[in-house]
Nanobody, 117 residues
Framework: QVQLVESGGGWVQPGGSLRLSCAAAVSVLSIYVMGWYRQAPGEQRELVALITNSGTTNYADSAKDRFTISRDNAKKMVYLQMNSLKPEDTAVYYC???????????WGQGTQVTVSS
């Protein structure tokens, strides 16, 4: 069983920045594709950013040029640096691990991000 724990959420004014962290309780992080997703009230959960074990990244259009996903396999950590935050970025942000072989999926419990003045 893989456990993922997100942290770093909170309240920030529009234009501000937050850095989310995801700690993965796994034996080896490199066998997982890692991603950040978010879910706003009344909305479906959506992809924000993905990063493969080799560091290739993919972003939702809403996140391009503002968010950066990164990973540290040695520390078993995944990060999401969010800049120029907008009220529409308000959501619960979830960390997800997808095992490369077998495609098993694991989710964290989420961390709330609120962007408002």
């Amino acid at each position: 069983q893989v456990q993922l724990v997100e942290s770093g959420g909170g309240w920030v004014q529009p234009g501000g920045s937050l850095r989310l962290s995801c700690a993965a309780a796994v034996s080896v992080l490199s066998i997982y594709v890692m991603g950040w997703y978010r879910q706003a009230p009344g909305e479906q959960r959506e992809l924000v950013a993905l990063i493969t074990n080799s560091g290739t990244t993919n972003y939702a259009d809403s996140a391009k040029d503002r968010f950066t996903i990164s990973r540290d396999n040695a520390k078993k950590m995944v990060y999401l640096q969010m800049n120029s935050l907008k009220p529409e970025d308000t959501a619960v942000y979830y960390c997800k691990a997808t095992k490369i072989i077998g495609r098993s999926e694991y989710w964290g419990q989420g961390t709330q991000v609120t962007v408002s003045s």
